[in-house]
């Protein structure tokens, strides 16, 4: 099974003018994913982040922003039921989400506790229904070195 998600020769668009997901939220939190930590504050959670798609510092919320993500079609094929194309916003519609509060610890020695909104791995795989004999997941993420630079570093 192969999920590939965006569009490798996509360029920045304007944001619609609706989120037709924006109805999915928020989402019930599943207490099974609980810490004792104090949560870190939202603004702090959304522009200190790591994507090295798109540079190898951590203050690249900007740069986040110009990825296109609609519209963002999903293959999900292989060795799966019924291979399928399926846009990011269905999918949506079809998993139930869940909002779970962690501690994401990173290898570079940081660390925040922050809530997090979407559906486990575990559901998708299901959702994808792989044939009994089905050993191994890839996932192929988008290819635009336009907008995620770090893509053209070696």
């Not at 044939?131 to 770090?150: E, H, S």
Request: proline share 7%; charged share 20%.
């Amino acid at each position: 099974m192969t999920l590939t998600g965006g569009d490798a020769e996509q360029t920045p668009a304007a944001a619609p003018e609706i989120d037709p997901s924006a109805s999915t939220y928020p989402v019930a939190r599943n207490l099974a994913y609980t810490v004792a930590c104090v949560l870190i504050a939202e603004k702090d959670a959304i522009i200190y982040n790591n994507f090295n798609e798109f540079c190898s510092h951590k203050n690249i919320h900007r740069a986040t922003q110009k990825l296109p993500i609609r519209p963002w079609e999903n293959s999900i094929d292989g060795i799966v039921e019924k291979p399928i194309m399926i846009g990011f916003d269905e999918l949506l519609m079809q998993i139930p989400l869940e909002e779970r509060v962690n501690r994401h610890r990173c290898m570079a020695a940081w660390a925040m506790t922050a809530p997090w909104s979407g559906f486990p791995l575990k559901t998708l795989v299901d959702f994808a229904r792989p044939l009994d004999w089905a050993k191994y997941l890839a996932i192929v993420t988008f290819q635009n070195a336009a907008v995620a630079r770090g893509q053209n570093q070696a």
